[in-house]
């Protein structure tokens, strides 16, 4: 029977209070630990005198040569502890690609050119089914040789994309931040689905003149959660390299990947797939600290591919009638659950406070020990983290991360408004959403910032970034001429 | 020609969309009017010479900004429950015919039979389904030497030729704004132009007695000033604004706080008579409608409900303004003569491109007026050296940059 409703409150209040009081116990536990340490050496300093003191002194018979060694390895252990931190790495700026107009794809315009290339009314419906509920809204862009009836998915279109997308981002970039092209010693390009010879990376090379002892690197194959994986990469090229700036532009070609079958799995990705790129500048030079807007504080990289299940959930083949496209597998959101779960648990510990960690190290030992029903403690990572920005790749995975991490509304709100203003755009979807919460002027020196990457593989990609200079509204971005329209109300189904 | 073979290819068909999306739910149904069209279908064709900011991307960029403003255009035709159309405006938009002609223009003009002009103007007819059928079709085609032409089909249920023109209109003119906006207007210069009451009437005389001061030196200015600025005589556009508080069905006081004035374009031929001139501007302005100052006043609304940014309402074509009718030397600081104003100037701030007419009363009663123009540098200096209007020795002041 269910208890009185007066009751519960007042206990859950009193609960609330024990909670708060616990995290503040054990989080400053070493402060308390301290405090009275240093009264009591204090009072007995004060006790003693000045003239005890150096008597004191005195009575340890230290000549030059005990006092020189000991100078000397003090100098020595803190220059060997100094040397061997690893070189932080600051998010100088980035910049976002923003769409023409003249690309953007309403949902009349997308359902109509479905109905005139593929006529099969099962297709139709289902499409229609999915963008009701896609969570998109009607200024998404598909690049010009989408808009074709039929498309035209030439190799020239797709380079073309790739030039207008990248090159405008690098644009933005440069103009930001002031980047001299030769100064950029690492370039870093991820596109999973269009690998072109000579790469992405010598074509921007190339386009910018850049330098030729340049490190560059192309990543290609590896999903939505390769914006991350070049973060990861150009970070450790910075552990080696002293003073360099590194360029990671992360993108994702929609021009050759319009799936023109009717298989239904294969179907998803072209209503939700949408144009996009971003380009981001990071250091290791000292100066740079100073007009740097993040700090990268931790990657964490989960790969469950060794799972036969995992392993296949996005898979690019071709179907029966030829046509190749990426098929979606209905396991993808169990899998990314799993996921999520190995990701959390490894970065649990290195962000956590040490309240929470000891609350879910008891519940764990006392679900092995005591009694297996014990339900299982999440973590509260609103301690941990001010925003959260989660890869924007369907409504469904959004709405899942957030109950599982029981965030609140306005928590995933970048997450829900970049996939209704730009669609899924992949890799960069986590750029598009960081800017959104620039653009409202949220993010605080001081503030951490999670960024969570799911893609084919299946691997789930996190980062942390802490803000280290208050970002002031108005900034420049895709954003800046519709952030006051936001935050939308986006309905569960949209009727088309 | 080639025996049996066609001059023009289309190449790609793809659909226009508006840069602004459509505010959902909006639909219209068709008059009957609109019905009693409904066997006929309306095909345009504008053909372009080559010129420097004539392409097909920028084309496509401003035929987008031009559709978000016409909903009704990127519709799409439902039945309703009594069987009549309705237009829905579902924001599909319209189709796009990406062509190439294997001729130049003028071999085209000269040697093109009807039928192949129709080549020019793509049209499907309504199919199975209406609601994915689009009602406009825009086909762009490029000449051999970077001519263009603009065909534009269209059912005749939707728009009538006079409607379809004004579409086309104003996609030129948001192509050419999209353009001039970023030509340099290179430093501008004024001058002021005082002219005596017998001067205003020795220019009337000259002219036509019957002409209002305002349209006799409006007429004036403009041939002068596209004579200086090396204009081809031959019809020309010239902005008009004029102020509407009094021309309304319900007038507005003259004390209306606000904007009321109304934007309009007046054509008139430059190579004809300064007389022909007068007359055409003085019959412009008598003839503006009321329901062109709603309409326009509409579509400011709308602007605005829109959320966008203020219109360069000043320019880049030549614009003259009517003031002469403003009480400013009523304004009085002290008693007696010596209180009115000794000069009354003008001058709006952002205009752009060809340049400012502003046309104000003078100190002096009766059909005294002072003239302030704002032109580019080269074009300012000749007109104040210009003979046909220092023939009426109108004072010429502030003389300059500004």
């Known amino acids: 029977m269910p208890a009185a409703p007066l009751p519960e409150f007042s206990s859950s209040v009193k609960l609330k209070y024990v909670k708060l009081g616990y995290q503040y116990l054990v989080n400053n536990f070493l402060t308390f630990l301290l405090v009275p340490f240093m009264a009591a050496v204090a009072v007995e300093l004060v006790r003693l005198g000045p003239a005890e003191i150096i008597a004191l002194w005195r009575s340890l018979h230290l000549d030059v040569v005990e006092i020189l060694c000991m100078a000397f390895l003090i100098v020595f252990v803190s220059t060997v502890y100094f040397m061997s931190r690893p070189r932080p790495v600051y998010l100088v700026d980035y910049a976002c690609f923003k769409p023409p107009n003249t690309c953007r794809v309403p949902f009349a315009t997308f359902m109509e050119h479905t109905r005139l290339i593929n006529s099969d009314p099962k297709s139709v419906r289902f499409q229609t089914r999915i963008l009701e509920r896609s969570g998109l809204g009607e200024e998404t862009c598909l690049p010009p040789a989408n808009h074709y009836i039929p498309p035209n998915p030439t190799m020239e279109a797709s380079r073309a994309e790739a030039q207008l997308v990248i090159f405008s981002a690098i644009d933005d970039l440069i103009k930001k931040t002031g980047l001299k092209p030769k100064d950029i010693d690492i370039l870093v390009v991820n596109c999973s689905l269009f690998s072109p010879t000579p790469s992405l990376s010598a074509m921007i090379v190339n386009k910018y003149r850049l330098r030729s002892n340049i490190r560059s690197f192309n990543l290609s194959g590896m999903g939505c959660s390769a914006g991350l994986l070049s973060i990861d990469l150009a970070r450790d090229l910075l552990q080696v390299h002293p003073n360099s700036n590194a360029l990671v532009i992360s993108t994702e070609i929609m021009t050759p990947n319009f799936y023109s079958g009717s298989q239904r799995a294969m179907l998803l990705s072209n209503c939700l797939f949408r144009m996009g790129a971003a380009a981001i500048l990071l250091s290791n030079r000292p100066r740079e600290a100073q007009r740097a807007k993040y700090r990268l504080v931790h990657v964490v990289r989960i790969h469950k591919g060794a799972d036969d299940r995992a392993y296949r959930c996005i898979y690019e083949e071709e179907d029966a009638e030829g046509y190749s496209g990426i098929s979606l597998s209905k396991d993808l959101m169990a899998i990314a659950g799993e996921a999520l779960k190995s990701n959390i648990t490894t970065i649990g510990p290195l962000v956590l406070p040490v309240s929470e960690q000891l609350l879910f190290f008891f519940t764990l030992v006392g679900r092995k020990l005591i009694n297996p029903k014990w339900k299982p403690y999440i973590p509260d990572f609103k301690l941990a983290f001010e925003h959260f920005c989660i890869h924007a790749g369907g409504r469904a995975v959004i709405d899942e991360l957030q109950k599982n991490l029981q965030l609140s509304p306005e928590h995933v709100e970048a997450s829900r408004m970049t996939l209704h203003r730009f669609g899924n755009t992949s890799s960069s979807s986590l750029w598009y959403e960081l800017n959104y919460i620039e653009s409202k002027g949220r993010m605080r020196r001081g503030d951490r910032v999670w960024q969570i990457g799911f893609g084919s593989g299946f691997k789930c990609n996190s980062a942390v970034w802490k803000c280290i200079r208050t970002i002031k509204t108005p900034i420049d971005g895709p954003w800046a001429d519709c952030i006051n329209r936001y935050p939308v109300h986006i309905p569960e189904v949209v009727k088309l | ?402």
């Open chain 2, 1 to 402: 020609m080639t025996a049996g073979g066609r001059r023009v290819t289309v190449f790609a068909k793809s659909t226009a969309v508006s840069a602004t999306p459509v505010r959902p739910g909006k639909t219209y149904p068709l008059s009957s009017l609109d019905h009693l069209m409904g066997r006929h279908t309306l095909h345009l064709v504008f053909y372009y010479r080559p010129g420097p900011t004539l392409d097909r991307d920028g084309l496509k960029e401003s035929l987008s900004e031009v559709l978000s403003h016409y909903p009704a255009v990127t519709g799409r035709l439902n039945r309703g429950e009594d069987g009549g159309w309705i237009v829905k405006c579902n924001d599909a938009g319209v189709r796009l015919l990406d062509a190439r002609a294997s001729v130049t223009l003028e071999e085209w003009l000269g040697s093109a039979s009807a039928e192949e002009e129709m080549e020019l103007a793509y049209w499907e007819p309504m199919g199975d389904d209406p609601s994915i059928w689009s009602p406009y079709y825009i086909q762009i085609t490029e000449f051999e030497d970077k001519a263009f032409a603009i065909g534009l089909s269209c059912t005749h249920m939707h728009a009538d030729p006079t409607c379809a023109t004004l579409l086309v209109r104003a996609w030129a003119d948001s192509h050419r704004r999209a353009c001039i906006a970023y030509a340099p207007f290179l430093h501008p210069s004024s001058a002021t132009f005082r002219f005596s009451d017998l001067a205003v009437k020795s220019l009337l005389a000259d002219l036509q007695p019957e002409a209002s001061p305002f349209s006799a030196l409006a007429a004036l200015f403009w041939s002068r000033i596209a004579r200086a600025a090396g204009v081809p005589p031959g019809p020309g556009d010239l902005t008009l604004v004029v102020d509407i508080r009094k021309r309304m069905h319900a007038p507005l006081p003259h004390g209306f706080y606000g904007n009321a004035l109304h934007f309009s374009r007046a054509r008139a031929d430059l190579a004809a008579r300064v007389a022909r001139v007068a007359d055409e501007l003085g019959r412009h302005v008598a003839g503006l409608q009321e329901e062109e100052i709603w309409a326009a006043a509409e579509w400011a609304h709308d602007r605005r409900q829109r959320g966008e940014e203020a219109f360069q309402m000043y320019g880049p074509e030549l614009t003259c303004f009517a003031l002469d009718h403003v009480m400013a030397y009523g304004a009085a600081f002290e008693e007696g003569e010596g209180g009115r104003p000794a000069h009354v100037s003008c001058r709006v701030g952002g205009a752009e491109g060809e340049g400012l007419v502003v046309v104000l009363p003078a100190a002096e009663e009766g059909a005294a007026r002072t003239v302030m123009v704002t032109l580019p540098e080269e074009v300012a200096k000749a007109i104040c050296r210009d003979d046909a209007i220092l023939r009426y020795g109108p004072t010429v002041m502030f003389v300059g940059r500004g």
